[in-house]
């Protein structure tokens, strides 16, 4: 079986879980703990970062690069069309959503969670002791930010990475308007990549990621709340239905269990 070495929240690992659904692919999730989790990680792989398929005694990391190779070695619902312009919009998309709404939704996110302390408890995993998690509930947003300073998301990157992803989901919407998918009438690696990199604006209303029940649908206020992007998730939650499986039990627990976590690079 496919094994999947990921972090249950990296929008990245989620769009390489939407692909393996919609292809029909059995795979098992192995949730790999920050820290001494990538050092094992990287003892196996040479990889630190998620995610990583494990097919047989090969290793395959970075989502795009899985993307190749399961179209390569699972040829049955493919990822990318066979009209070269068709092909080359998706490729083009793909590439574009991954370094635009997979990186600055991070931003986005971190200054949602800053200024809202439920916010960032709830996301926390359930295993999260009480006393930790009351500990991460009250920390000031002013010491946040601060430590958000630190790893390169200041105040004036945050305001550009929201002001880019306004843009960008109106840009999207505009795309979706009347089309089923983003590069026509059959979906592709563009709409996995772009539905998947979305997560953590707003997460989907289905019971598809490990998280509370009441964080379905919620997200970053500006965008989970906003009407004028609610086409886009309405389009993102319908691709949902129509492909990736729900969790079993959200209480379910990977082999082996850790905590889940965001990566902020």
Sequence with gaps: MLELYQFELSQYSEKVRLILDYKGLDYRK???TPGIGQVELFRLTGQRQVPVLKDGIRYIADSTEIAKYLDSEYPDR???PKNSKQRGLTLLIEEWADESIGTKSRKALFSAISQNQNFRKSLLPSTTPDLLKTVVQGVPAELLQIMGV?????????KSAIADLKQDLEALTLLLADSPYLTGDEPTLADFAVAGLS???KF???PYLDLPATLRGQGVPLFA???AYEPFFSWRDRLYAQFRKPLLSSTTPTTPSSPTSIQIE
């Design 150 to 158: 630190g790893v390169g998301y200041t105040p004036d990157v945050i």
């Design 204 to 206: 989907p209303d289905g």
């Design 30 to 32: 192995i949730e790999v």
């Design 225 to 227: 709340e906003n009407p």
């Design 199 to 201: 997560i953590l604006l």
């Design 78 to 80: 493919p990822l990318l």
